[in-house]
């Protein structure tokens, strides 16, 4: 159980083009759902943190009007890249909080990524 | 902004031998937890420990924790070519189950 899918796997697309990124929770329902972006050979940095139904939380230096999150239901966080830029390049993974199936998990399970690659 | 600092940032060791990995970090913690990740891939839980917990077991796997130091280990041992990957520390200050991620060290382990 607790498995987290994200689509597409990868991307590639002009700049200025918006990017839609699915974060799934497939067996489980996650109320909350993180966001993050790891550059290569660097390390995973929070980008934001979306509760079902509410607005999502950005950390500091995390333009939200670039980066818009939308967690509207139990199973499903989406992250768009909006007017995406080549500097916006990166690996973005999801991961998710929540309960299913008589438990509730206090770990964050991940999804596989998706790479994104503006040109 | 990242809570600490792995090291080291890259090990190479030859198969059967153990690898020791270390994280430090800055605030007060409610857990730290281990992660994998392959090249390219998501991240794939290890183990977590709390901040009341001093070592944990899993396998081959042994972690540490000195909350007075502020620091952590992970020691893998009768490394396999299998275990090659990254492995990231991250630590959960009790802030919504935000994790912040170490960043990490490169492990090659040639047969």
């Known amino acids: 159980g607790a498995v987290v899918s994200q689509h597409p796997s990868w991307v590639i697309c002009k700049s200025g083009t918006s990017v839609k990124i699915e974060c799934r929770s497939l067996d489980f329902q996650a109320t909350t759902m993180f966001w993050y972006r790891q550059f290569p050979k660097q390390s995973l940095m929070l980008m934001a943190t979306s509760n079902e139904g509410s607005k999502a939380t950005y950390e500091q230096g995390v333009e939200k009007d670039k980066f818009l999150i939308n967690h509207a239901s139990l199973t499903l966080s989406t992250l768009t890249v909006t007017s995406a830029h080549p500097e916006d390049s990166s690996f973005y993974i999801c991961?998710?909080?929540?309960?299913?199936?008589?438990?509730?998990?206090?770990?964050?399970?991940f999804g596989p990524g998706t790479r994104l690659t503006v040109l | 902004s990242q809570q600490g600092e792995e090291d080291p940032q890259a090990l190479s060791i030859q198969e059967g031998e153990n690898a020791t990995m270390n994280c430090s970090y800055k605030t007060s913690i409610n857990n730290l937890q281990w992660y994998r990740q392959n090249s390219g891939r998501g991240l794939v839980h290890l183990i977590l420990?709390?901040?009341?917990?001093r070592e944990k077991h899993s396998g081959r796997l042994r972690v540490t924790l000195d909350t007075s130091k502020k620091s952590s280990s992970l020691l893998i041992t009768a490394s396999r070519a299998a275990d090659t990957a990254s492995y990231f520390c991250?630590?959960?200050?009790?802030?919504?189950?935000?994790?912040?991620f170490g960043a990490g060290t490169r492990l090659a382990v040639h047969p």
């Open positions: 991961s998710a909080l929540g309960a299913g199936g008589g438990k509730t998990y206090n770990e964050q399970f």
């Open positions: 991250a630590t959960d200050t009790g802030g919504y189950n935000k994790l912040i």
């Open positions: 420990i709390r901040s009341n917990e």
